[in-house]
T-cell receptor
Framework: DARVTQTPRHKVTEMGQEVTMRCQPI?????VFWYRQTMMQGLELLAY????????DSGMPKDRFSAEMPDATLATLKIQPSEPRDSAVYFC?????????????FGDGTRLSIL | GESVGLHLPTLSVQEGDNSIINCAYS??????FIWYKQESGKGPQFIID?????DKRQGQRVTVLLNKTVKHLSLQIAATQPGDSAVYFC?????????FGAGTTVTVRA
């Protein structure tokens, strides 16, 4: 089965450091989503791309987070500078926007710990 | 505000029995719903979906029921197995956005 691939799976770093998380969407999918999961907030949408264009980043703290899609096979989420409150699991999901409702398919996430 | 929520946070079920996981939603304009399963250390895994023009949809050992009158969604798992132990989320699709419920933790007893 095709899968969304995320790297790294785990990241531990000190506050103030830059963190880059990468995602390879499923081949043929034209929508990409970044989510953050914490015990307190559950799954929160951070950013949404369609055909590599950012359409919604209202869930991201703009001063420190940025999301890009350099090409159709790579999406990145960066945090600079990182803070302890950014500790969470970050998921990437991809889907096909065909005009009809289609499910999003998730990767296994990057578990981020900011010390 | 409108949200998707789950009735019970935990469910313990005997292996071999059927499981029923419930979900309430409040946005009457929602037209697409998805159930996900999340195992420890993994991402949410798509189980089954249903559109609002349907009342029932069946998959392999799973059935989703949609009652639009009372805005209720349920997931039935037949002959529950140890591998079914996980957190189950219902999600409501509004445009491109998924709104997730808090999740129900299912534990299968041997």
């Amino acid at each position: 089965d095709a899968r969304v691939t995320q790297t790294p799976r785990h990241k531990v770093t000190e506050m103030g450091q830059e963190v880059t998380m990468r995602c390879q969407p499923i081949l043929g999918h034209n929508t990409v989503f970044w989510y953050r999961q914490t015990m307190m907030q559950g799954l929160e949408l951070l950013a949404y791309f369609r055909n590599r264009a950012p359409l919604d980043d209202s869930g991201m703290p703009k001063d420190r987070f940025s999301a890009e899609m350099p090409d159709a096979t790579l999406a990145t989420l960066k945090i600079q500078p990182s803070e302890p409150r950014d500790s969470a699991v970050y998921f990437c999901a991809s889907g096909r926007d065909t005009g009809f409702n289609q499910p999003q398919h998730f990767g296994d996430g990057t578990r981020l710990s900011i010390l | 505000g409108e949200s998707v929520g789950l009735h019970l946070p935990t469910l313990s079920v005997q292996e071999g029995d059927n499981s029923i996981i419930n979900c309430a939603y409040s946005n009457s304009a929602s037209d697409y719903f998805i159930w996900y399963k999340q195992e420890s250390g993994k991402g949410p895994q798509f189980i089954i979906d249903i559109r609002s023009n349907m009342d029932k949809r069946q998959g392999q050992r799973v059935t989703v029921l949609l009652n639009k009158t009372v805005k209720h969604l349920s997931l039935q798992i037949a002959a529950t197995q140890p591998g079914d132990s996980a957190v189950y989320f219902c999600a409501e699709n509004t445009g491109y956005k998924l709104s997730f419920g808090a999740g129900t933790t299912v534990t299968v007893r041997a």
